[in-house]
């Protein structure tokens, strides 16, 4: 994280970090995250973000270039591959809605379908991500999320041993096809979207860069076979995997109120995107935030 530049010697705020009675994750409540931070507040948040894996800022209200201001305290921002929903002037805010405007979606309605870490898919992949609610339905919508070291710290003695060293292809293509909203399929990639977003590999067990602690690295999303194993054992071994990392010991559920933002780590957790019944109005705004390669 290279940050100090952004942090400014400003007074600091009272604030409460809380964390939830669950496998991970903590809610910090009384600060805005839209003003200036002191560096003895970034220093506060950081060590939570690290501790916990995901914060959960309650009742903020951010202007979109508030959000970009905060995003890039931890890092550069990076763009997602489908520029169409981008939020109109801000490249960097990616709109996660189903909410269809004169015949348009405006946002990718089904983000999240299965588990995955964002941008897997790209070398080096992403640090963190930050979700901002606009538009919360009534009912559903919620989004799960899973530690990836809690998940790995629990693997058999042996398959911890079968997994030391191996490498993955992660793919944003593999399972593009099966992601259909409500019979809306996705929009179809030029040559130049399928450019950018060629196959990586990382390894199966990435150790955090600056906890030092082990997780699982696979997502039934975006990765498709474990490099130099037989098509069918690798399957075998990657479903098993996916399996193990998502064992309800290990997962928080997070139920959306109004004005959340949500901050992620990237690196130690995997999430979900329960969906909401479609005739009900979501909107969220996500930046991503780059990372290092993972090791
Ligand atoms: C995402 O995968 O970033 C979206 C999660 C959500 O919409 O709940």
Known sequence: MSTSAAVLAVPSQSFEIRPLAAPLGAEVLGIDVGRPLSSAEFDRIHQAFLQHGLLIFRDQHLTPAQQIAFSRLWGELLIHVLKQFQLPGHPEVFVISNIVEQ?????????????????SYVAPPSLGAILYAQELPEEGGDTLFASQQQAYDALPESLRRRIEGLRAVHSYTSRYAEEVFSGVVRPTLSEAQRESVREVVHPVVRTHPETGRKGLFVNANFTTHIVDLPA????????????????????????????????WDNRALIHLATGCPSHLRRRLHRTTIAGEAAF
Do not use: C, M, T
Request: hydrophobic share 40%; charged share 25%.
């Open 103 to 119: 015949g348009k979606p405006i946002g990718l309605a089904d983000a999240g379908k299965f588990w995955h870490s964002d941008l």
């Open 232 to 263: 069918h054992e690798s399957r075998q071994l990657l479903d098993e995997l996916f399996a193990r990392s998502i064992h309800p010991q290990f997962i928080y559920r997070h139920r959306w109120q109004p004005n959340d933002l949500l901050f």
